[in-house]
């Protein structure tokens, strides 16, 4: 039987990624397919930039909302050391919002999408510094009852960054490192890249709001707007520290939460609903996921309006991962979450144009 290690697949899956660069559909991609023992297949392909330096390996990418389940990590820690509780609400922990709609929005609500809070609201465009788009968050309406629709919420997770502030009395960004990349030994993981480092970042938009390409900035307006840090958006990261990620979460890493609770995190909770989604992460959707059909029903995973996902398959062991600028030079989907489903075929791509 075919599997997705075996050489041809391997560079079936190499030239999927060369021939979607060479169709403009990013400057250059990474990934990585393993198991819990580590990668299995691995590899990068195309520029930094269009026309920019070669990818080397060592390319920090903006994970855009990949951010969210690393984020949601930081929550489930903080449970389990009981600074928070999944039953707390967004009233008990910010009190700016304590007159909100949103102010008995519970953290599970908020992590699993079922709050009732709006999707990506571009509050950036009226609401140009940190507190004004933090107060105008507060008076967004309802779009459902909590708890009655799967409704996927950036803003859930602004607030979520804000409540495990709040509780700890530490920045998102110290948290992160605390919590998540020390104990996994992630060296290039973090929110604002120092300006050092911003020569090893693959380029994103050519940005009508900033007019220029963002290289080493989050693209993520609202994101820029809260300074760069956030729940919902921000992180940047290597393809070496995603593995290292993949890996503790199928068990061949550090431990960096309790096997329960990781489970937890990665159980549906909404199958009742129109969507399939955990705490902090997506599932599979009978209606079709961004991965295809490539992983079991147990699977489960996030993906990033940069170009990037992160899927894990427990029952089977294993892991993909993808990284790409698909909105550089211009943010048009242009074809990508095509090559997305294909590059994640199980026995790996067709040996066809995509």
Request: glycine share 12%.
């Amino acid at each position: 039987m075919v599997t997705a290690w075996d050489p041809g697949v391997a560079s079936a899956r190499r030239r999927l990624l060369e021939h979607g660069r060479a169709r403009g559909l990013y400057s250059g991609a990474a990934w990585s397919l393993g198991d819990a023992s580590g990668p299995l297949d691995r590899g990068w392909t195309g520029t930094r930039a269009m026309g920019g330096p070669a990818l080397d390996g060592d390319d920090l990418w903006d994970l855009a909302s990949v951010t969210k389940p690393l984020v949601g990590l930081v929550v489930m820690a903080l449970v389990e050391r009981g600074d928070l509780r999944l039953g707390d609400t967004v009233g008990q922990h910010l009190a700016r919002y304590g007159a909100s709609p949103h102010a008995r929005r519970t953290i599970a609500q908020l992590l699993d999408h079922t709050s009732g809070l709006p999707g990506g609201v571009p509050l950036y465009r009226d609401h140009p510094t940190r507190d004004s788009l933090l107060t105008a968050l507060g008076t967004l309406p309802r779009n459902a009852e909590p708890g009655t629709r799967v409704t996927y919420s950036s803003q859930g997770f602004i607030l979520l960054g804000l409540i495990a502030e709040q509780a700890t009395g530490r920045g998102l960004d110290e948290l992160m490192n605390e919590l998540v990349c020390a104990p996994l030994g992630l060296t290039d993981t973090r929110f604002r890249p120092a300006p050092a480092d911003r020569e090893r970042a693959v380029a994103t938009e050519v940005c009508p709001w900033r007019g220029r390409t963002v290289v080493g900035e989050v693209h993520d307006e609202n994101a820029v707007v809260l300074g760069g840090v956030a729940g919902h958006a921000g992180l940047f990261s290597t393809l070496a520290d995603m593995e290292r990620i993949a890996l503790c979460l199928l068990g061949g890493g550090p431990p960096l939460l309790q096997p329960d609770t990781l489970t937890l995190m990665a159980t549906p909770r909404t199958d009742h609903l129109n969507l399939r989604r955990a705490l902090a992460w997506q599932g599979q959707d009978q209606a079709g996921s961004p991965v295809g059909d490539a992983f079991g029903p147990a699977s489960y995973g996030h993906t990033g309006f940069t170009g990037t996902s992160l899927w894990l398959d427990p029952a089977a062991g294993r892991y993909a991962i993808l990284l790409t600028n698909r909105v550089h030079p211009i943010r048009e989907e242009r074809g990508f979450n095509e090559l997305r489903r294909e590059f994640h075929r199980p026995g790996g791509p067709e040996r066809r144009s995509v």
